[in-house]
Every structure is written in C-alpha cells, then in structure tokens.
C-alpha cells in the first residue's frame, strides 16, 4: 500500500509542474498548500506515516509542514482533493490505474468510469481498427449480455468486485488483495465506453475486422496481397490476434495475427455480396485498385490488390494513352509472373458484373483507392519474389 501511495505522491507532484506552472505564481503556492495539506492527513491515517515522513527525499521544509498539518485535522481522503485536480489526475492515469481507483469506493468508481475519460484510451488503441460495423456488432454483443445477465441474477448474485480483480490481473497481471469491502458495479452498470474497452482488451468481444494476407506465415502463399472480412480477437498477453474466417462448409481459424495485418472493413458490403462499384468512369492506368475474387460461389469474397495496366492495343505512352477511353479496362496483379493466368483480367466498364469460372475464380466489384496511406499499406506486403 506504502509503495501504491508513493508512486501517487510521485505521479501528483509531475501533474502540478504541468498542469499548474502555466497559471502563474499564485496557483503553484495554492495547489503546493492543499497538495502537502491532503498528503499529510492521509497519511496520518495509515500505518506507515513515520515512514512517509522518514524518506530520503523528504526536505525539512516539506517534513515540518507535513507534521503541523498532521497535529491539526484529521480524516483527509483523496476525495477531499479539489475535482479540477482529480480530474487532471484521471486523465492522465492508463487504463489499469483507472481500473484500480475505480475499485476503492463508490464515488471514485464513478468518476473514472466516465466516458471522456475512456474515449481517449479507446481512439488511441482501437481508433483505426474499429469501424462501424465493429461498433454495430458491439452493440448486439451488450444487447444479447444484457439478456443473458438477467436469467443470471434471477438465480445468484455475484462478487461484483472480484470482476475488477479479474480484470486487473489478466491484463496487467496484478493483484492487490481485498483493499476495500467495496462492491464494484457489473458490466451494465459501467460506463458504455469502459466496458467496451475491457471487452476488447480480454477477448470476450469478437468484432469484425480485415485480414491481409490471409494464412501466407502457414505457408498458403496464394493468398498473397489479399484482404478478408473475418471476426477477430484480440490476445494482451501476446499482443496478437486470432481470427475465425467465414468459409464453406467449416469456419477456419488463424491465430498470432499482428496488428500490422488488420484494418477496419473499408465498405459496408458483406463478404458474400458483391459490391457496387462506383469508380469504373475514373479508372485509368496505373491507377490503384481493389477487387473482389473468390473460388468458387459458394465462397466469401476476399480484396485483392491489382493496378490498372495498358491495355494490348496501346503503346504504353503516357502521351499517346487513350486507355481511359475504352470501354475495356485491363487489371494487373504484379505479386504474378508475367505469363501467369493470375497476372491480368479484363473487365467491362459499362456493365461490369461478377465475371469468372470455376477454374480461374470470380472477380466481382472494385474500389478505387484515392489515399496514399492505403496505398503504401499495400506497397509494403509486396513480396520479395513473384509467385507463379
């Protein structure tokens, strides 16, 4: 408890240099005042007070005003601490220290299960790896917990903040023992934001995502430079993912995914719906593109990456270029040999639908890409060697 305290001591005096030095003189001796004052009462409660007063780095100066504040009042909590300075001390606690103080009482559990203190955990971790449709999922998931959470308290209730014990050690791997008699409230009583959170971060929420290169380190080769829709879970002890794949007949499952590998679906379309392409008017060579193939019909889709290539009749001039024109647009796939029948598809501009056979596969709709951050995502799954 001793340490758990100093480190909060440590961690008040940097947020006082930050967040108070900017505000002049006056508020750095008004801070520093209820600062030593709230120190020195709480600690006065506890057990190890002459230690705390004790320690190496404690000046004369701080140690007499710690003792004349003890002598005087008595019954300080953290909660007698201005909310301004709990507020500036929330927001710059991790996910594990707001986890922590949520499980002393019920007034900090409160407070730091508040949203706008989870949405900045949230959008730095998870922001480019949720979309909307992982929400949309999300949203389902509580509705169906919701459900199963009645039919159980109709038959038990539970230790509510063995919950947060559980929580902390499997993603910190920390315990610290039955501090408070406290009782912690369930899931629904959590903020929405909190819960979500937790959720991803001990894998009990599956949430849709994006796979590139789909099974290629098991050796599957021919996946390469693809992209497929699968439910994802997410590992804080390997920092991984696994990932279940909708496929014919059985679901597949690929584990110790890194995070380099996923991304948020970039439409809205399901796997075994063809798009809607909006971009063919616009395609012209060397544009980047998108399309979706798969095997056979009764397969999902996956997103391949392809450029838009001269077609026969053109010299390949940039000049003299009247591909743009053409009802007719060529797609290359350059992770192919030149020769290969994976190398190049023809498609039509005007009434393209789902074109293919069993042999060479399906094509079906095609997003243009317009951003480079996509682009270069794509440049860097280049392989090294052409495949056959």
Same mark, same amino acid.
């Given at each position: 408890?001793?340490?758990?305290?100093?480190?909060?001591?440590?961690?008040?005096?940097?947020?006082?240099?930050?967040?108070?030095? %900017?505000?002049?003189?006056?508020?750095?001796?008004?801070?520093?005042?209820?600062?030593?004052?709230?120190?020195?009462?709480?600690?006065?409660?506890?057990?190890?007070?002459?230690?705390?007063?004790?320690?190496?780095?404690?000046?004369?100066?701080?140690?007499?005003?710690?003792?004349?504040?003890?002598?005087?009042?008595?019954?300080?909590?953290?909660?007698?601490?201005?909310?301004?300075?709990?507020?500036?001390?929330?927001?710059?606690? %991790?996910?594990?220290?707001?986890?922590?103080?949520?499980?002393?009482?019920?007034?900090?559990?409160?407070?730091?299960?508040?949203?706008?203190?989870?949405?900045?955990?949230?959008?730095?971790?998870?922001?480019?790896?949720?979309?909307?449709?992982?929400?949309?999922?999300?949203?389902?998931?509580?509705?169906?917990?919701?459900?199963?959470?009645?039919?159980?308290?109709?038959?038990?209730?539970?230790? /509510?903040?063995?919950?947060?014990?559980?929580?902390?050690?499997?993603?910190?791997?920390?315990?610290?023992?039955?501090?408070?008699?406290?009782?912690?409230?369930?899931?629904?009583?959590?903020?929405?934001?909190?819960?979500?959170?937790?959720?991803?971060?001990?894998?009990?929420?599956?949430?849709?995502?994006?796979?590139?290169?789909?099974?290629?380190?098991?050796?599957?080769?021919?996946?390469?430079?693809?992209?497929?829709?699968?439910?994802?879970?997410?590992?804080?002890?390997?920092?991984?993912?696994?990932?279940?794949?909708?496929?014919?007949?059985?679901?597949?499952?690929?584990?110790?995914?890194?995070?380099?590998?996923?991304?948020?679906?970039?439409?809205?379309? /399901?796997?075994?719906?063809?798009?809607?392409?909006?971009?063919?008017?616009?395609?012209?060579?060397?544009?980047?593109?998108?399309?979706?193939?798969?095997?056979?019909?009764?397969?999902?889709?996956?997103?391949?990456?392809?450029?838009?290539?001269?077609?026969?009749?053109?010299?390949?001039?940039?000049?003299?270029?009247?591909?743009?024109?053409?009802?007719?647009? /060529?797609?290359?796939?350059?992770?192919?040999? %030149?020769?290969?029948?994976?190398?190049?598809?023809?498609?039509?501009?005007?009434?393209?639908?789902?074109?293919?056979?069993?042999?060479?596969?399906?094509?079906?709709?095609?997003?243009?890409?317009?951003?480079?951050?996509?682009?270069?995502?794509?440049?860097?799954?280049?392989?090294?060697?052409?495949?056959?």
């Amino acid at each position: 408890m001793l340490v758990f305290l100093i480190s909060c001591l440590s961690f008040i005096l940097l947020v006082s240099k930050s967040f108070f030095k %900017p505000m002049g003189g006056f508020s750095n001796v008004w801070f520093s005042e209820e600062l030593v004052k709230f120190l020195a009462l709480w600690f006065s409660k506890g057990r190890n007070a002459i230690s705390f007063l004790n320690l190496p780095l404690m000046t004369d100066h701080v140690k007499s005003k710690l003792e004349n504040v003890v002598e005087k009042e008595e019954g300080v909590s953290l909660l007698d601490l201005p909310d301004l300075t709990l507020e500036c001390i929330f927001e710059r606690l %991790p996910p594990n220290g707001l986890c922590n103080m949520a499980a002393v009482c019920s007034s900090l559990r409160e407070k730091c299960t508040s949203d706008h203190l989870w949405e900045k955990h949230i959008k730095e971790k998870w922001g480019e790896l949720i979309g909307s449709a992982a929400y949309k999922e999300w949203q389902c998931y509580v509705v169906s917990r919701n459900k199963a959470s009645i039919l159980e308290k109709s038959r038990t209730k539970r230790d /509510l903040y063995g919950e947060f014990s559980k929580i902390r050690k499997l993603l910190w791997n920390r315990s610290k023992g039955n501090e408070d008699d406290s009782k912690i409230g369930n899931s629904s009583e959590m903020s929405s934001i909190m819960d979500w959170y937790l959720s991803l971060e001990t894998g009990k929420f599956w949430f849709p995502a994006q796979v590139f290169n789909r099974e290629v380190q098991n050796g599957h080769a021919g996946f390469m430079l693809s992209c497929y829709d699968a439910e994802v879970s997410y590992d804080c002890r390997t920092n991984t993912f696994s990932a279940r794949y909708p496929s014919y007949g059985r679901r597949m499952i690929e584990d110790d995914i890194e995070w380099n590998r996923l991304r948020a679906p970039t439409v809205d379309t /399901l796997p075994y719906v063809l798009h809607v392409s909006d971009c063919l008017d616009d395609l012209k060579p060397d544009d980047h593109i998108e399309i979706q193939w798969r095997k056979s019909k009764e397969f999902a889709y996956g997103w391949w990456y392809g450029v838009v290539g001269h077609l026969e009749s053109c010299s390949g001039s940039k000049l003299n270029c009247h591909c743009h024109a053409s009802e007719t647009v /060529l797609l290359e796939f350059k992770q192919y040999t %030149p020769g290969s029948r994976w190398r190049q598809t023809v498609i039509n501009r005007k009434d393209h639908r789902e074109v293919g056979n069993e042999g060479d596969g399906f094509y079906g709709g095609i997003r243009k890409l317009y951003s480079d951050k996509e682009i270069s995502l794509w440049n860097r799954l280049l392989p090294n060697n052409t495949l056959e």
